[in-house]
């Protein structure tokens, strides 16, 4: 007789797969540590914007850029170089003469700039109600913003720089050119950061 020999097959019932945990612990989210810490822009590029309080014009500009400034509690007068610097220099306007577009910036069309302070760039939803406990406290936001406002008259033209009133309800209204609309965020480590490029 022949005897057949059957081979023994691994039991793979008995293997219990490792947790996730145990795989890949590094993988796990922290939310703080996701938390942008950066002073925030939203700039668009404008036909006329204008702001009103209690049903009076305070500050209005023609062709130019509309700024909405949203504050962190951590940013320091780095975090506003940086947005000052990026904002008058980003080149957001056609070159009339050659045809190019994204060739100016609003300084070399002597175009005005209207800075609105605008703490809700820092609203987080919790459920459906935002918070804002990351923005600027407005006792000292108040100071940082108004410097902020200075920086921008000294590296321009004082003129041409408006603004709104800082803790005022405030009807912003504005006529987008484009639409063309840019978010900026300072870094939060400027001189290790290495994903920006600098341009003229």
Aim: proline fraction near 8%; glycine fraction near 6%.
């Amino acid at each position: 007789m022949r005897c057949l020999c059957v081979p023994t097959l691994p039991c793979f019932a008995s293997i219990t797969p490792p947790s996730l945990a145990s795989i890949a612990p590094s993988t796990k989210i922290n939310h703080r540590n996701l938390q942008i810490k950066a002073m925030r822009a939203v700039v668009q590029r404008v036909v006329s914007a204008s702001v009103e309080v209690d049903g009076r014009i305070v500050s209005e500009i023609g062709p130019g850029l509309l700024v909405l400034v949203g504050i962190h509690e951590s940013d320091t007068e780095a975090d506003a170089d940086y947005i000052c610097r990026k904002v008058l220099n980003m080149r957001l306007f056609p070159n009339e003469s050659n045809g190019r577009g994204w060739d100016q910036n609003v300084m070399q069309l002597n175009y005005g700039v209207l800075l609105v302070s605008q703490f809700t760039l820092y609203g987080i939803l919790k459920g459906n109600k935002p918070d804002f406990h990351v923005a600027m406290p407005p006792q000292k936001a108040k100071p940082f913003y108004e410097s902020l406002v200075d920086k921008f008259r000294k590296a321009y033209k004082p003129d041409v720089i408006k603004d709104g009133v800082f803790g005022a309800m405030m009807k912003v209204n504005l006529v987008n050119d484009g639409p063309v609309t840019m978010q900026l965020e300072s870094p939060s480590q400027p001189s290790k950061n290495t994903n920006e490029v600098e341009e003229s």
